[in-house]
């Protein structure tokens, strides 16, 4: 390894190629959501629109390369040496910290990764020379790093997180309160008008963020600037006579075209702005290490090389186009991070990816009284006609499984998200203000999902935590990236030709270990044992689809109690640990079970009425059985991480013989169930006092040995504690075999006197 700058820049070039890969998997989200959440459009053509955005984006895209250059720091404070460890730094920090953010499924931004990156690597860097010389202290910080650049980027964060969100409600709030729910009527009147509006919007937004900063904006240069008022009142004439011919045409809502169109400019956009964020480095370094072997190949030389603008190299382009294009479609986490943003703003009920906090119930618990205070102002017919806009259309209510397949929000919405998203960007291109694409488009679809009343009362505090945990990994992903990449340039100073070979082999195993991780989370096919919604309308149905799920219960039951008596036999902690585990995804599918119990009602035949009767106690005795369950291995799991005396031996003996007799038990049960012999049950039931008298039995026994032998409360406790919750666990049990029992004559009776009376 004579030349480790050679092997750096090959590192760093094989990192690039990675880095647009986790890249785009994350910023997919920008511009597929709004499509792909509304399913106005198919995929494959969204695929189709979206790529040829980004290809044409990356190839016009080379004035926006200086930022990795020059504009975090001052190059020509550094010596040739010393960027090359920077920019090696950046790129393995950079390329972790995506593809982590992707792994869970978290919407980031690529452009404060890069640019904290590059921070916290200079910073350091600086430190290190500073430190090594007597005539600088740390005051003279301020010499090697762009100040200015790096407080208007964190500004321009701030305030694209709430302007977006702010504008994106307003908007949709608006356009809601016109079009309503049932856009479908008001559409044909209006849609040529929205059509042009949200057109011009999206072809204002093309030509001054898509094209500036290309090479060949400087040819375009005159013709646009101080003639944006032409432009915008052309195309809009432009895009209200195409959207009332295409309507005559087609007979279709030129909302799909909206749709289309502005799918294309974030990705055009997107592309043409954020390539810097994954081959503005690499090509840097090249210009670096170009410019080193032409001075000599003197390490030492100041990088002032690097103030020069040098246009980025068509050939360079054109591959990192292509590589993003193979990425957005064979990409699985593109997929899972889109899931995220998708989740947090559809309409209808859907399995929620966030656990509610304090800050999201407070968010929410205010803003409810706000919403209260501004309501009590307003006249009733206001109110009464605001909301008769927000009335959904009565349409068949989808189980949170089912609202995953259908549309997350209508074609209003996603019009909305992209005209919005469009224009701001816009804007602040103008102004020459930096802001990220992510943020911008995430917030303006979460603004517009509250706008359109999607965060009700049943998910508020689980969407609004949702977005604080994305908005928390934004400010992150700052801190982390400034931290990461300081400490791995601080490492690869301290010993280059060892360190940069170690810190890449680490890099790879990580990379790996996530994509694995990732892969089996994808393909890991459900368990056989999990509990299912039942589809049946009628009781017969659900008595025979529910036989699996109380089948499941039983055999998971059998084994969680019998894991909890090994494990205080045995004192096992790590076993008692997994039990709790297991009974905590019992619980957890009995309750999915349960929440489902509205759209079970709401779509039944009103001739299957009885059967709701029947599923809702079914549900009700297999959540007592898991309450006890869940009591059991929590009292276990307790009594043994705490280091209490171990049970003595009659009374591990004694609960061997329960657990034997449950085993027997929860075995025929588990039979019957499986071979839908439901005439067994009653058998079954006839045993009911003999195992509730092993238990009485044992507890009996218990309170013969406290009185004359026993030393030990928690010892007692413990005992009484597990065989009166088995006594609970068992009533449950027989409570649900009983109402089997009862429903299966009950729905057997009229067929056999039908058979009767046909003979």
């Not at 020059?70 to 390329?95: H, N, R, W, Y």
């Not at 489902?596 to 009103?606: A, R, V």
């Not at 001739?607 to 297999?622: P, V």
């Amino acid at each position: 390894m004579d030349n480790i700058y050679l092997f750096m820049l090959i590192a760093i070039t094989v990192l690039a190629v990675a880095d647009i890969v986790v890249g785009v998997s994350n910023d997919a989200i920008n511009f597929l959501n709004s499509a792909i959440g509304s399913k106005a459009i198919s995929l494959r053509t969204i695929m189709i629109v979206a790529s040829l955005g980004i290809f044409i984006g990356a190839v016009f895209s080379s004035g926006m390369m200086e930022v990795a250059r020059k504009g975090i720091f001052v190059p020509a404070q550094f010596e040739f040496s010393e960027i090359m460890l920077i920019f090696m730094a950046v790129m393995i920090t950079d390329i972790l910290l995506l593809d982590f953010f992707n792994t869970l499924g978290l919407p980031t931004s690529t452009t404060v990764s890069i640019v904290f990156n590059l921070l916290g690597a200079a910073v350091v860097m600086a430190l290190i020379k500073i430190s090594a010389t007597d005539s600088q202290t740390f005051a003279d910080l301020g010499t090697y790093i762009n100040k200015e650049k790096a407080l208007t980027i964190i500004s321009g964060i701030l305030l694209s997180v709430f302007i977006a969100f702010t504008v994106g409600a307003i908007v949709q709030w608006i356009s809601r309160a016109i079009f309503t729910f049932n856009y479908e009527k008001k559409i044909k009147n209006f849609g040529i008008l929205f059509g042009g509006v949200a057109l011009t919007a999206i072809t204002y937004f093309i030509f001054l963020k898509g094209l500036k900063g290309t090479p060949y904006y400087k040819e375009l240069k005159g013709l646009l600037e101080g003639n944006e008022i032409y432009i915008i009142l052309v195309s809009f004439v432009f895009w209200t006579l195409f959207s009332y011919i295409f309507e005559k045409i087609t007979k279709k809502t030129v909302l799909l075209v909206v749709i289309a169109i502005g799918t294309f400019g974030l990705a055009l956009a997107f592309s043409g702005n954020d390539l810097v964020n994954f081959i503005g480095v690499p090509m840097a370094a090249y210009h670096s290490y170009v410019a080193w072997i032409d001075g000599g190949m003197d390490t030492t030389m100041s990088m002032a090389v690097l103030d020069k603008k040098v246009p980025a190299e068509p050939l360079l382009l054109f591959i990192a186009g292509a590589i993003m294009v193979l990425t957005l479609w064979f990409s699985k986490k593109a997929k899972t991070v889109a899931e995220t943003e998708i989740s947090l703003s559809r309409q209808g009920d859907t399995h929620e990816k966030f656990q509610p906090n304090a800050l999201s119930r407070a968010v929410v618990k205010g803003s409810t009284t706000l919403s209260n205070y501004f309501g009590a102002i307003l006249p009733k017919s206001i109110k009464e006609k605001i909301n008769k806009s927000f009335e959904k259309p009565d349409t068949i209510a989808l189980t949170k499984d089912q609202s995953i397949d259908a549309p997350a929000f209508d074609m209003i919405r996603a019009s909305v998200n992209l005209m919005v998203a469009g224009v701001l960007i816009a804007i602040a291109t103008s102004m020459k203000l930096p802001l990220s694409t992510t943020y911008v488009t995430f917030m303006v679809a979460m603004g517009t999902s509250l706008a359109d009343r999607a965060w009700g009362r049943e998910s508020a505090v689980y969407r609004v935590a949702g977005v604080l945990n994305v908005i928390g990994g934004w400010f992150g992903t700052a801190l982390g990236a400034f931290i990461a990449a300081g400490t791995v340039v601080f490492l690869i100073n301290w010993n280059p030709k060892v360190m940069t070979p170690i810190l890449l082999l680490i890099t790879a195993f990580l990379l790996y270990r996530n994509y694995k991780s990732h892969k089996n989370k994808e393909t890991k096919n459900i368990d056989e044992d999990s509990l299912k919604e039942t589809g049946s309308r009628s009781v017969q149905g659900i008595i025979h689809e529910s036989a699996n799920n109380i089948s499941n219960v039983i055999k998971r039951g059998n084994k969680i109690y019998s894991n909890a008596v090994n494990g205080l036999a045995k004192q096992d902690l790590k076993l008692l640990k997994k039990n709790k585990k297991q009974v905590d995804k019992l619980s957890e599918e009995v309750d999915s079970l349960r929440d489902n119990i509205f759209y079970f009602i709401k779509n039944l035949d009103e001739t299957s009425l009885r059967a709701s009767s029947f599923y809702i106690n079914i549900l009700g005795y297999l959540q007592d059985m898991t309450q006890s369950l869940d009591y059991i291995s929590n009292v276990s799991f307790k009594h043994v991480n705490n280091n209490h005396k171990k049970l003595k031996f009659n009374q591990i003996k004694e609960l061997k013989e329960v657990d034997g007799s449950l085993e027997v038990l929860f075995n025929n049960t588990k039979a019957a169930f499986d071979s839908r012999s439901f005439e067994q049950i009653g058998s079954i039931l006839s045993s009911k006092e003999d195992v509730y008298g092993v238990v009485s039995e044992k507890i009996q026994k218990q309170v013969e040995r406290t009185r004359t032998e026993e030393s030990s409360p928690k010892n007692t406790t413990l005992y009484f504690s597990v065989l009166l919750e088995t006594k609970d666990l068992l009533t449950a049990t027989m409570n649900l075999l009983q109402e089997y029992h009862n429903a299966h004559d009950a729905s057997v009776e009229p067929a056999t006197i039908n058979n009767t009376e046909e003979e």
